[in-house]
Every structure is written in structure tokens, then in C-alpha cells.
Nanobody, 114 residues
Framework: EVQLVESGGGLVQPGGSLRLSCVASGFSFSHYGMYWVRQAPGKGLEWVSLISNTGGSTYYADSVKGRFTISRDNAKNTLYLQMNSLKTEDTAVYYC???????RSQGTQVTVSS
């Protein structure tokens, strides 16, 4: 059974930082490119970042470029998202997924507010 479990979200002030983690199981994690996507209240899924299966290539949405860093540890079956200089518009539930058009996990809530 495929399982993706996100953690690391929370409440942070604008300008602050958070590091999200996603532990994967039930599939060959190292064979898949992995995405972070997010969903803000009342909005659809938004693609945030992509990392290749080896970690050698990374891609970012313009809205987070220069502020967020995606990484992975294939030995630990874990995906990360380091988020710096957070803005109120980053408030959303964040999900890790192999398919940016769908999610199958609970996600982790990130709230950026003063």
C-alpha cells in the first residue's frame, strides 16, 4: 500500500521558515520524481516544486523560486521542502505526491500569519 506522510507544518510569522518532510512507503521511492503541491482555502491544487528521482534536477513554481528548496534522501525514503521568507500567501495545506494532479495523503497545514 502506497503511503505518504507529511509533517513539519505549523503557524509561522511572515518572513519565517519551516521545513516540511514526507516519508514514503509501499513503492520504490527512488524510482519516482516527487512533487510538493499545495491547496489554499477555497482554491485548487497548485504545483510548488518537483525533484527528479535521483535529486539531480529540481524545479519550482515562480511564486516560490528563490525561497523554497526541495530535496530528498532516497536512503530514508524521505522528501523535504525547506521554506524560507514565508509570505501570507503561502498559507495552504502542503502535500507530497508522485502525481501533481492528485493527492492521496493528509497533508500538513502551513499558516503564515502575524
Amino acid at each position: 500500500e502506497v503511503q505518504l506522510v507529511e509533517s513539519g507544518g505549523g503557524l509561522v510569522q511572515p518572513g519565517g521558515s519551516l521545513r516540511l518532510s514526507c516519508v514514503a512507503s509501499g513503492f520504490s521511492f527512488s524510482h519516482y520524481g516527487m512533487y510538493w503541491v499545495r491547496q489554499a482555502p477555497g482554491k485548487g491544487l497548485e504545483w510548488v516544486s518537483l525533484i527528479s528521482n535521483t535529486g539531480g534536477s529540481t524545479y519550482y513554481a515562480d511564486s516560490v523560486k528563490g525561497r523554497f528548496t526541495i530535496s530528498r534522501d532516497n536512503a530514508k525514503n524521505t522528501l523535504y521542502l525547506q521554506m524560507n521568507s514565508l509570505k501570507t500567501e503561502d498559507t495552504a495545506v502542503y502535500y507530497c505526491t508522485t502525481d501533481p494532479s492528485a493527492t492521496r495523503s493528509q497533508g500538513t497545514q502551513v499558516t503564515v500569519s502575524s
